[in-house]
């Protein structure tokens, strides 16, 4: 996911995209048990994709607590 799209991101799709791939990651390396992943990358892009995600949502918990 860009940084443009996760910008443009609402605090609650944010923390609604979130949950959803941290979900993801979870099934992802529970079947890794049972057989290797077909593109072992997708398990470094989810987790920067949270990353990058929670680290919108801080931005805008500072924005929010500065302005208030």
């Known amino acids: 996911m860009k940084k443009q799209e ?3 991101m609402g605090r ?3 923390v609604d995209s979130i949950k959803e791939l941290e979900d993801r990651l ?3 390396k529970f079947y ?3 057989e ?3 593109n072992p990358m997708v398990f470094r892009n989810s987790r920067r994709d ?4 929670k680290t919108r ?3 805008l ?3 929010e607590s500065g302005e208030g």
């Open 61 to 63: 918990a500072k924005q």
């Open 57 to 59: 949502l801080s931005q």
């Open 12 to 14: 609650q799709e944010l």
């Open 26 to 28: 979870a099934d992802l």
């Open 50 to 53: 949270i990353a990058k995600m």
């Open 6 to 8: 996760i910008a443009a």
């Open 36 to 38: 290797p992943p077909q």
């Open 32 to 34: 890794k048990a049972i």
